[in-house]
Structures are given as C-alpha cells and as structure tokens.
C-alpha cells in the first residue's frame, strides 16, 4: 500500500539561515516558498521525495505549534510521510492493523508567486508511530519535477536513507513490516559498531532503524535520527558546501564497496546530515 516516502518535514528556529544551508548543501533552489498562518515553508523536490523546511514567523496557532514543538523535541526532523495512492484504502487497512489516526485532513500552502498546493493526508496518532510524527498523503496529486541541479554531478539528486533510532527493533520490525508492510531487506548486528540495524526498502529510498546492543529493550518512544542524501560527485559536492562557509568532514570511504561519504556538521537545520555517492 505505501509506495515510497512523500516528503520529510523538518522544524527550525531561524528559517531563512535554514533554507540558506540548504540551499548551500543540496545544490539546488527550492521549488517553492510560501506563508500560511504564520509559518513558512520552502520545498526542495528531489526525483524520490522532498523536503519540507518549516519555520514559524508571526502569531499563530499555527506558529506556536510549531515553537512547542521545537521547544519539546529541538530542531530536527519533525516527521515524516509515507505515499499511498488511496488515501482511505490505507487508512482503513491500517486501522484494521491496529494504528491509529487523527481525523484526515486538506493539508494546504499558498506560495510566494500565489500558486496553491493542497495534500490530502492522514496523520498516526504518536503512540501508535511509537513517538514518532508520521503521516500518509495521497500520491495522486500533481507534483513539481526535481529541483534543476545547480552544479551538476556536485548537486543532490536523490534521499538515500532515513535514520531512525529505537530501543526495541522487535517492535520496530512489527511495526515497520508488519503493520505498515515495508519490505525488511536486511537485519544486520554488528558487534564492533555495538548496534543492530534494520534496512526497510520504501519505493526508492530506504528506512533505516537502529537500536544500541549496550541497552535492554524498552518502551521509550523512537527518535528521528539524521538524513542520507545522494550525490554523484562527493568529492566536488563537500569542495562546494566546504566553500560556501559550511563545516564539513573529509571524503571517506563508505562502509558499502566502492562507495564514497562525508558529514555536513553545519546549516541543516538541526539533521545530522550525510551525503553519500550515488547514480540516481
């Protein structure tokens, strides 16, 4: 029933340096920015999901839910929505699953230029996300094509994966698998790097989860982790972000073969970020 991930929202607290970083980390503009009740929003549309930076500006209901947000959880990934092409079929097959869901909505957001977007989407009530925000949208409605790379192979092109950290990966294998269906790809333990992960394929990126060997399963709630972006240049992608007056670690090798990675320590927003080689 989900077919990929739709778009990841993100909550900060200065969103014009937020969008700047962004924009200096990707390599591209976004598609669009707008205002609605107090808060803005700017979109970066990329070929397998989009990004959602969503800052408060002004006096609002809107606006303060935003601040007690990032007043309880900081600034981050605030949550993350999965595409479905019937919106109600999933809702109702989910529900028979045993989730829950606050009541579906029009989510909307009228950009500069005044065009209009409008999503139908279902949000999970927390508990039953185990803490997290989450959220199905309808995938019928027209979307942007991906944001125009600016510096070519060096410009992000694609999400690789979500990191997501839990103290129970029994439960996060019902969860992920059993109740949302994700296709588990693999369950890896490592001993050396003392953590257990699991690789959730989500259309053409991937839900990662990991869990700690040095602590017990528990209840706590699940927490976001960071974002994997790909890159086919990294090496001219980190010269880039490194010019444009970020923090930036070395090119490294990555732990897959043949693969190329670096972290961006600064201008995401709170997201642990990595960028990684990749041809999409």
């Given at each position: 029933?989900?077919?990929?991930?739709?778009?990841?929202?993100?909550?900060?607290?200065?969103?014009?340096?937020?969008?700047?970083?962004?924009?200096?980390?990707?390599?591209?503009?976004?598609?669009?920015?707008?205002?609605?009740?107090?808060?803005?929003?700017?979109?970066f549309q990329f070929s397998n999901m989009a990004l959602d930076v969503i800052g408060a500006d002004g006096e609002s209901e809107a606006a303060d839910a935003v601040r007690a947000e990032i007043a309880r959880f900081g600034e981050g990934i605030?949550?993350?929505?999965?595409?479905?092409?019937?919106?109600?079929?999933?809702?109702?097959?989910?529900?028979?699953?045993?989730l829950a869901f606050v009541p579906s909505h029009v989510a909307r957001s009228v950009a500069d230029d005044g065009r209009?977007?409008?999503?139908?989407?279902?949000?999970?009530?927390?508990?039953?996300?185990?803490?997290?925000?989450?959220?199905?949208?309808?995938?019928?409605?027209?979307?942007?094509?991906?944001?125009?790379?600016?510096?070519?192979?060096?410009?992000?092109?694609?999400?690789?994966?979500?990191?997501?950290?839990?103290?129970?990966?029994?439960?996060?294998?019902?969860?992920?698998?059993?109740?949302?269906?994700?296709?588990?790809?693999?369950?890896?333990?490592?001993?050396?790097?003392?953590?257990?992960?699991?690789?959730?394929?989500?259309?053409?990126?991937?839900?990662?989860?990991?869990?700690?060997?040095?602590?017990?399963?528990?209840?706590?709630?699940?927490?976001?982790?960071?974002?994997?972006?790909?890159?086919?240049?990294?090496?001219?992608?980190?010269?880039?972000?490194?010019?444009?007056?970020?923090?930036?670690?070395?090119?490294?090798?990555?732990?897959?073969?043949?693969?190329?990675?670096?972290?961006?320590?600064?201008?995401?927003?709170?997201?642990?970020?990595?960028?990684?080689?990749?041809?999409?």
């Open positions: 029933m989900i077919t990929g991930i739709d778009h990841i929202a993100i909550e900060v607290k200065d969103f014009e340096a937020a969008l700047r970083g962004y924009q200096a980390v990707f390599g591209v503009v976004p598609n669009w920015r707008g205002r609605l009740d107090g808060v803005q929003h700017a979109w605030w949550g993350l929505g999965f595409a479905v092409p019937d919106l109600e079929g999933a809702r109702r097959l989910f529900e028979r699953r045993g209009v977007r409008e999503w139908r989407i279902a949000v999970l009530r927390r508990n039953s996300a185990h803490g997290l925000a989450q959220f199905l949208v309808e995938s019928g409605a027209e979307r942007w094509p991906a944001a125009a790379p600016q510096f070519g192979a060096a410009s992000v092109t694609a999400l690789d994966h979500v990191v997501i950290a839990t103290t129970d990966p029994e439960r996060a294998v019902a969860y992920y698998g059993g109740r949302l269906g994700l296709d588990l790809r693999l369950d890896r333990t490592n001993e050396e790097w003392g953590a257990r992960q699991l690789f959730f394929r989500c259309g053409d990126a991937v839900v990662e989860i990991g869990a700690s060997l040095k602590a017990p399963a528990s209840g706590a709630r699940d927490r976001f982790g960071g974002l994997a972006w790909r890159v086919r240049d990294p090496d001219g992608a980190r010269a880039r972000i490194a010019a444009a007056g970020l923090d930036v670690s070395e090119v490294r090798s990555g732990r897959k073969p043949g693969t190329k990675v670096f972290t961006v320590r600064s201008g995401t927003g709170g997201v642990p970020t990595l960028m990684l080689s990749g041809n999409d």
